[in-house]
Antibody
Framework: QVQLQESGPGLVKPSETLSLTCTVS????????WSWIRQPPGKGLEWMGF???????HYNPSLQGRVTISADTSKKQISLTLTSVTAADTAVYYC????????????WGQGTLVTVSS | DIQMTQSPSSLSASVGDKVSITCRAS??????LAWYQQTPGKAPKLLIF???TSQMGVPSRFSGSGFGTDFTLTINGLQPEDFATYYC?????????FGQGTKVDI
């Protein structure tokens, strides 16, 4: 069973870059899509994008090119970078896995709250 | 983007009730639909995929139905641990999109 743990700063200043890491335990990173999904306080879920290790990335156009997802298989980590943040980027950020053979998000990290504020 | 609209946004129910939540897609998504349950402070948990297939370990009181644009999540015999927020999500195309959520409370 895949286990996911997000980590990173809980506070980011406006206009700066948000960077989070997801550490994957129990299993290979290959043959999975690794997504980031966020949830503003009291609101719904927004899919930000995914990376398929050794293959492709795909991002939500709503983020207007501000997002990058990368993977380091040697460290078993997935990274999220979001540039030029504003208060609207305040959210709980989830690292989420999806087996390549299925169409649903099967394992979720516990999430990490990032607040954008000066 | 495919818009997912859930109704109602919230509902009040009692233990033992039958509850139905509807999700409508802005275009035909076949059966590419999943349902998730989220309790406060926790990550969402997968309940149903491909519109009607239950994830392993999910109680049989949860069922899903629908095809195309209209889908339903039904809980037969609400239990105390079922008071939560439920989200639908389409897996037909990118970007993946979620409904706005339905909060089920007492």
């Amino acid at each position: 069973q895949v286990q996911l743990q997000e980590s990173g700063p809980g506070l980011v200043k406006p206009s700066e870059t948000l960077s989070l890491t997801c550490t994957v335990s129990d299993g290979s990173m290959r043959n999975y899509f690794w997504s980031w999904i966020r949830q503003p306080p009291g609101k719904g879920l927004e899919w930000m994008g995914f990376i398929y290790v050794g293959g492709s990335t795909h991002y939500n156009p709503s983020l207007q090119g501000r997002v990058t997802i990368s993977a380091d298989t040697s460290k078993k980590q997935i990274s999220l970078t979001l540039t030029s943040v504003t208060a609207a980027d305040t959210a709980v950020y989830y690292c989420v896995s999806q087996m390549a053979t299925v169409d649903y998000f099967d394992y979720w990290g516990q999430g990490t709250l990032v607040t954008v504020s000066s | 983007d495919i818009q997912m609209t859930q109704s109602p946004s919230s509902l009040s129910a009692s233990v033992g009730d039958k509850v139905s939540i509807t999700c409508r897609a802005s275009q035909d998504i076949g059966n590419w639909l999943a349902w998730y349950q989220q309790t406060p402070g926790k990550a969402p948990k997968l309940l149903i995929f491909r519109a009607s297939t239950s994830q392993m370990g999910v109680p049989s009181r949860f069922s899903g139905s629908g095809f195309g644009t209209d889908f339903t999540l039904t809980i037969n015999g609400l239990q105390p641990e079922d008071f939560a927020t439920y989200y639908c999500q389409q897996a037909n195309s990118f970007p993946r999109t979620f409904g706005q959520g339905t909060k089920v409370d007492i």
